[in-house]
């Protein structure tokens, strides 16, 4: 049963504040979290995000900023949407990489249709309901070491949610949220066991 804080594969264009088309090629929204689950005070919705970025592209780097760069990408959230914060070449691919990434992307379309006829999310390896987050709110439970990013006034961000990726497409990554209110500041990363 899906929680009524969360909107399933919400539409791009209810995601990304501008160049809505450039930012749904290389970013697919999973779900948004209603502000109000993490803080009663807060509106809007958060939203989780599955990407795939190439870590052989060496010239990505010039794309690099103290938010975007090796398993992390931000966003400032304007009006509850996102907008990337830098410059889409972030996500250019090599050779090698596109297969993955087309990999990546068509499992995706696939649990998302799967969502849309069925109303579940199914495991896209074992056919089997699948688990939508592991953890909304709180204290973030890491799979590696503690990456909790800080704001720009070095505060550190508010977690918002974990998602594993395998639940949604044949990566299998945790990806963590992270939130400054005072800021509208999204940061998402990504570790691996």
């Known amino acids: 049963m899906i929680p009524d804080f969360i909107k399933m594969f919400p539409d791009p264009v209810d995601v990304f504040a501008d160049k809505v088309e450039q930012h749904a090629k290389v970013l697919f929204p999973l779900f948004s979290v209603d502000l109000k689950q993490i803080n009663p005070e807060w509106e809007g919705y958060i939203h989780m995000l599955l990407y795939n970025e190439d870590p052989y592209n060496d010239d990505r780097v010039d794309t690099f900023n103290e938010y975007c760069q090796e398993s992390m990408i931000a966003f400032d959230v304007i009006d509850g949407k996102y907008l990337f914060k830098t410059g889409f070449e972030f996500f250019n691919l090599t050779p090698d990489w596109e297969e993955y990434f087309e990999k990546t992307k068509s499992s995706f379309n696939k649990t998302k249709q799967t969502f849309i006829d069925t109303g579940n999310l199914i495991h896209p390896h074992y056919n089997k309901p699948a688990d939508i987050y592991e953890e909304v709110g709180g204290k973030p439970k890491w799979i590696q070491g ?48």
Do not use: C, W
Request: aromatic fraction near 14%; avoid cysteine.
């Open 146 to 193: 503690d990456e909790t990013p800080n704001d720009p006034d070095g505060n550190p961000m508010t977690f918002i949610a974990r998602v594993y990726t395998a639940n949604y497409t044949h990566d299998s990554n945790d990806i963590y949220l992270f939130y400054s209110h005072k800021h509208k500041l999204a940061v998402m990363l990504y570790q691996t066991t």
